[in-house]
């Protein structure tokens, strides 16, 4: 029952503008702007940044880590916008999660991945820590519905062709050095009759192949941009479809109702138990040693990862660190009780 992170991790104040972050919805597009650093030294500083990240997650006690997606504007800009046939001088616009039009990568010609876009980040985070280690892509669903498709004009194609270029960067984050791989998907929750048409094959053929340890993480997006949040997933037991090992998915804040996990006997299960919602504490150690508990009725020890619901960016790193500290505390707890 080792604990983990599901991608991010709070970027320090001196490399990010985190009022400027805060305050819009995550960036499909580039947005350099959030940046504080100057573009000549901007990787040496991301390349600190994430040793801070690194180091918070082995002082807390986190089992297999991230770097933080430090070098990231949002969780999936970094790797949409690397992709040959996107115009990014002209960006198109999308509706978000929330109803609200964005600007989004414009699809003007064949998708193509060029060239390894997160690879040295993992060699990065490989080098300096002997901890497990996650790398985190976008998943090819969601950045189709990310983006704006004036060549392929059928959805699924686009989401296909993502796929495509997905499974090529999967396989250099392995040869990396990656311990687990992870795609991005929370789009099937905000399309999920879309989802129901497509997504299944799309994420499959993302993990075509591929025999390292994948993971599919899944939720109703950050908790800082979405507020109107249903209580159940609309699109969850469908996952046991995919070839990904493991699913992941948040419960914490949302209170999930946790017998679905009992779909996924052949999965193996990472639950959110740390809520990150803005307003919420640091958890007392017993209130995390309830959700596992809960998580284990349904779910035996051996299939469960235990993790905060989706990623921390957005809080304070004070607090993001303080509820890693529960969490891997609560998780040393129900352990030694088993």
Not at 103 to 132: C, N, Q, S, W, Y
Request: net charge negative; glycine share 6%; proline share 6%.
């Amino acid at each position: 029952m080792p604990t983990t992170v599901v991608g991010s991790y709070p970027q320090p104040e001196w490399l990010v503008d985190r009022q400027m972050l805060g305050s819009r919805l995550p960036p499909r597009t580039r947005a350099l702007e959030i940046w504080r650093v100057a573009p000549d030294l901007l990787e040496q500083a991301q390349d600190d940044a994430t040793i801070v990240a690194i180091r918070d997650m082995e002082r807390a006690g986190i089992d297999i880590i991230t770097d933080g997606e430090v070098r990231r504007e949002s969780y999936s800009n970094r790797f949409a916008t690397a992709l040959d046939g996107v115009d990014l001088d002209n960006p198109g616009t999308a509706l978000d999660r929330t109803g609200h039009p964005n600007p989004v990568p414009r699809v003007v010609g064949p998708i193509r991945r060029r060239r390894p876009v997160e690879k040295r980040d993992v060699e990065f985070l490989r080098a300096h820590t002997d901890h497990p280690i996650k790398a985190t892509l976008p998943g090819p669903f969601t950045m189709s519905q990310q983006a704006q498709d004036d060549h392929y004009h059928d959805e699924e194609a686009l989401a296909m062709a993502l796929a495509a270029a997905v499974n090529e960067e999967v396989r250099d984050l392995f040869a990396a050095g990656a311990d687990v791989v992870q795609l991005d998907e929370p789009y099937l929750q905000a399309r999920a009759e879309k989802a129901a048409r497509f997504a299944i094959r799309a994420i499959n053929r993302a993990l075509e192949g591929i025999n390292g340890n994948t993971a599919l993480h899944t939720c109703f997006g950050y908790a800082h941009i979405v507020h109107n949040r249903p209580n159940g997933y609309p699109f969850l037991e469908q996952l046991a479809d995919t070839t990904a090992r493991q699913i992941s998915l948040e419960s914490a804040q949302q209170k999930v109702d946790l017998g679905v996990l009992k779909s996924f006997r052949e999965k193996t299960l990472v639950v959110g138990v740390i809520d990150l919602s803005d307003e919420s504490p640091v958890e007392e150690v017993e209130t995390v040693v309830g959700r596992i508990k809960n998580a284990l009725r349904f779910v035996d020890a051996e299939r469960l990862v235990v993790a905060p619901d989706c990623g921390m960016k957005y809080l304070p790193r004070e607090k993001a660190f303080g509820k890693l500290t529960a969490l891997t505390q609560a998780a040393a707890q129900v352990r030694a009780e088993l």
